[in-house]
């Protein structure tokens, strides 16, 4: 079988490699070789390298060669020290339409009119002047990095679920790995999510059961009406579904 080419026509989901890669490592108790590692994504038509595993967010070598699951708890910080993913070199700036080449390279314009170039390598984004302003890796088990060419940072994206709980979490390295700032932690479920932002404060957002949607920010000044404003929508959409049952028990004939 001839393994595939990472290009954007025939790029595999990286996130199905990941959960596949852990789960044979946990079938062999947590630990296992590259080779067993590598076997697996040979059947998803992908040849696995060792500095793929580098990259790939739950997984590290351990000191005696194995490689071994690292889960990311809820709550857990973001580690202080990461492996920057380098940069492969990059493509020239786009100077014509947006569009697919015969390659699958996507080009494209953002709404602050710079311009883009997305392929299986992730994505580049040049100031309109065809200077590069930010490098993007591709996407893996909910990690994604992204590098600041002029501030020459790296701001990584870490997005998981836990018991159908969304766990978002954000922080700012420099170019050698080190943690500059946890920016953002967030959690969802249901219509409730609650985020902690360095800058913006601590955010709750809430979707009522009448479909009014709410967003209460610890540094607004009007905090405190908006939360009067949740508490009464609540309360609304509880009699709705108060009056809703009776209705339906009266049809019965039964009261209560």
């Known amino acids: 079988m001839r393994l595939r080419e990472l290009t954007n026509n025939n790029m595999p989901d990286m996130a199905q490699v990941l959960t596949a890669l852990k789960k044979k490592l946990k079938d062999e108790g947590g630990a ?10 040979k059947k998803m038509d992908v040849n696995l390298t060792p500095a793929m595993l580098k990259g ?10 194995d490689y071994i699951l690292e889960e990311v708890a809820p709550g857990q910080a973001m580690p202080k020290q990461i492996k920057v993913i380098k940069m492969p070199t990059p493509p020239q700036a786009p100077t014509g339409p947006d569009g697919t080449d015969e390659n699958g390279t996507r080009m494209g314009t953002t ?20 200077q ?7 996407k893996m088990g909910g990690l994604q990095q992204t590098h600041n060419i002029a501030k020459q940072t ?6 998981t679920a836990v018991d159908n ?3 978002g979490q954000k922080a700012t ?24 932002d360095k800058d913006k404060g601590s ?13 209460i920010n610890s540094k607004d000044p009007k905090r405190m009406d908006k939360m009067s404003a949740m508490k009464k929508d609540m309360g609304q959409g509880r009699a709705a579904i108060k009056t809703g049952q009776d209705a339906a028990l009266n049809k019965l004939g039964i009261k209560r």
């Open 32 to 41: 296992a070789g590259f080779d067993p590692l590598k076997a697996v994504a």
């Open 56 to 65: 790939m967010s739950g997984i590290k070598m351990h000191r005696d060669g």
């Open 111 to 130: 709404p602050k009119g710079n311009r883009s170039v997305s392929n299986g390598g992730g994505t580049y984004i040049f100031t309109p002047k065809g």
């Open 132 to 138: 590069l302003m930010l490098y993007m890796t591709p």
């Open 154 to 159: 790296v701001t990584v994206n870490f997005d």
């Open 165 to 167: 709980v969304g766990i």
């Open 173 to 196: 390295y420099d170019m050698s790995g080190k943690l500059i700032s946890g920016d953002a932690t967030s959690m969802k479920s249901g219509p409730m999510g609650i985020s902690v």
């Open 203 to 215: 955010t709750v957002d809430y979707t009522s059961l009448t479909g009014n949607k709410h967003s």
